[in-house]
């Protein structure tokens, strides 16, 4: 196997992207694949080619593409005009302080799930979750300081209590909104993927969730940006281990 060329991160949310991409020093593409919105920032970093693609704006709705579905297009149309040999996931999620959860952690993924696609029908109960394991990145986490966990995708920033019910069944650390939809493109290309999520708000905790994340956003990009780097300077040069 030949060490790593070339890594995508994808983001939601703008926001959550802009100091990972100032950082690089990654420059503006224009959009990926057109009519998606998604944006596509491209650079280096060592040995590796970076590209950054963000979801873009709706423009019915002048705000970010957050959710499973924006993020499914983007890993399809990424996965085909870049290629690139490792996907991740990357931007923020609402931790759990009943599994040691804080504002600021970085969490690296063990899985994929889906806490919100609940079909009580044999067969499609287990699609519903859609259990995708992501790649190891055991060995990346506890070298960087990173927690691992499961990362659950819903489509709402919300947690009504069906959806705790779930998240706790699931064994969920990280509760976001897109990674379920990039597991899933990532699995059609078989692309291998790593989810990196910082934590903006905790949702068992006593705070609303919006002014949580409205509150923390910034913190927890930064904490993005630093662990993008370390991410990236830690696979440079390196192979993708099968497990
Ligand atoms: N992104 C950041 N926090 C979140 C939460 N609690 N739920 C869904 N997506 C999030």
Do not use: W
């Amino acid at each position: 196997m030949a060490p790593l060329k070339r890594v995508a991160l994808l983001f939601a949310m703008e926001q959550e992207a802009a100091p990972t991409i100032a950082r690089l020093g990654l420059m503006p593409k224009g959009l990926l694949e057109p009519p998606l919105p998604a944006l596509a920032f491209e650079g280096t970093r060592g040995s590796l080619t970076v590209d950054v693609v963000v979801n873009g704006k709706d423009a019915r709705f002048a705000v970010a593409n957050v959710g499973t579905v924006p993020a499914a297009l983007t890993t399809h149309a990424a996965c085909v005009a870049l290629k690139p040999d490792l996907l991740i996931s990357a931007g923020t999620a609402g931790g759990f302080k009943a599994r040691g959860g804080a504002i600021g952690d970085v969490y690296v993924s063990t899985e994929s799930v889906n806490h919100d696609r609940r079909i009580s029908i044999p067969g499609f109960d287990r699609y519903g979750d859609y259990l995708t394991p992501t790649h190891d990145a055991s060995a990346l986490a506890a070298a960087l300081g990173f927690k691992a966990g499961v990362v659950s995708s819903g489509n709402s920033l919300e947690c009504a209590s069906v959806d705790l019910e779930h998240l706790i069944r699931l064994g969920a650390s990280a509760k976001e909104m897109e990674a379920g939809g990039v597991a899933y493109a990532a699995g059609l290309h078989g692309v291998p993927l790593i989810c990196l999520k910082a934590v903006t708000d905790i949702v068992d905790g006593d705070k609303p969730t919006a002014d949580e994340f409205v509150q923390n956003l910034h913190t927890a990009a930064k904490a993005i940006e630093d662990a993008a780097v370390a991410v990236l300077d830690y696979l440079d040069g390196k192979e993708l281990t099968t497990p």
